[in-house]
């Protein structure tokens, strides 16, 4: 029978995989960890940096002042569900369909793969710096080419659609790579056999790919999902929220209480908010995907 050590020993004899370790661990705790703690602490308190011997315990007045006084924070939240609701969608279709024509047999693929990777390598603030002019109404390259001088960002018509097209630029070659991965993993005597029973091209993708895909979708959908609610630079760096409150979406309207009008307790109760929705969701959705299929 194999003797067992005492945990001081095995402590001990991985002291070094421990300390290799550490570091993560302190950058965790300082720089994710602590921040999530103060920002549930300061949630509960009145602090503003405007207010002097502000800062003291409110309880949940914070959190019932937005819900039920403050008049911008449904609005607000609307326009982050119709932000995730459309983006997500719309980066997981044009993903898939970059991943399918990627997977083929092209000449010079790898460097249309490689190419297909920059908006996704580009910074996020340099993409918004770089749409905003493209969209800009005086000097813009759109306008340019479409010989008008229309104020894309201006408009009611196009505001969200311009910033749609942008989020689809910046993050499907994320979900292409995610896909092809799993493409890659398709045995091709799946596709054979199909082939031999008569399945067509569009059949081949619905009972073929799709099924072989479906764990990769799952889990790059709700990737994709917590990426586009916790998403902060691209619409500041277009917009800034605005015009008014028209494009705010939750994490900028934690920047905009915190940083813009220095309240911080009002400012982290919205962030808490954020989170326990998101969390809500994600919870929900694992649930969904994790649940017994029928006949199974």
Not at 75 to 91: A, E, G, H, K, Y
Request: charged letters at 10%; hydrophobic letters at 50%.
């Amino acid at each position: 029978m194999k003797k067992l050590r005492p945990a001081g020993q095995t402590a001990g004899r991985y002291w070094f995989i421990y300390l290799m370790i550490l570091p993560t661990a302190a950058y965790l705790a300082v720089f994710q960890v602590y921040p999530l703690i103060e920002s549930v602490r300061l949630s509960f308190t009145n602090l503003s940096l405007l207010v002097p011997g502000s800062g003291k315990y409110v309880g949940l007045q914070n959190y019932i002042r937005l819900l039920v006084n403050d008049a911008n924070f449904m609005p607000i939240l609307r326009n982050t569900l119709w932000w995730v609701v459309c983006t997500t969608p719309l980066q997981m279709l044009l993903g898939m369909a970059a991943a399918l024509l990627l997977h083929q047999r092209l000449r010079g693929r790898g460097l249309w793969r490689g190419l297909a990777m920059a908006p996704w390598v580009t910074p996020m603030v340099i993409t918004g710096l770089m749409w905003k002019w493209i969209y800009d109404g005086s000097y813009g390259l759109l306008n340019y080419y479409l010989g008008t001088d229309f104020v894309w960002l201006g408009n009611d018509a196009t505001l969200w659609p311009a910033l749609f097209l942008v989020s689809m630029w910046k993050g499907f070659p994320y979900v292409m790579v995610m896909l092809l991965a799993g493409l890659q993993g398709i045995p091709a005597d799946l596709y054979e056999a199909s082939a031999i029973d008569g399945c067509g091209a569009l059949k081949k993708f619905r009972h073929v790919t799709l099924p072989s895909l479906a764990p990769v979708l799952r889990v790059t959908t709700l990737l994709i999902f917590i990426q586009q609610w916790t998403r902060f630079e691209l619409i500041w760096s277009l917009t800034q929220g605005g015009p008014g409150y028209r494009t705010s979406v939750l994490q900028t309207y934690v920047y905009t209480k915190s940083f813009r009008f220095y309240q911080m307790g009002e400012g982290s109760a919205v962030a808490v908010l954020s989170a326990l929705m998101v969390l809500a969701v994600m919870a929900l959705y694992l649930r969904l995907m994790m649940a017994p299929k029928e006949g199974v």
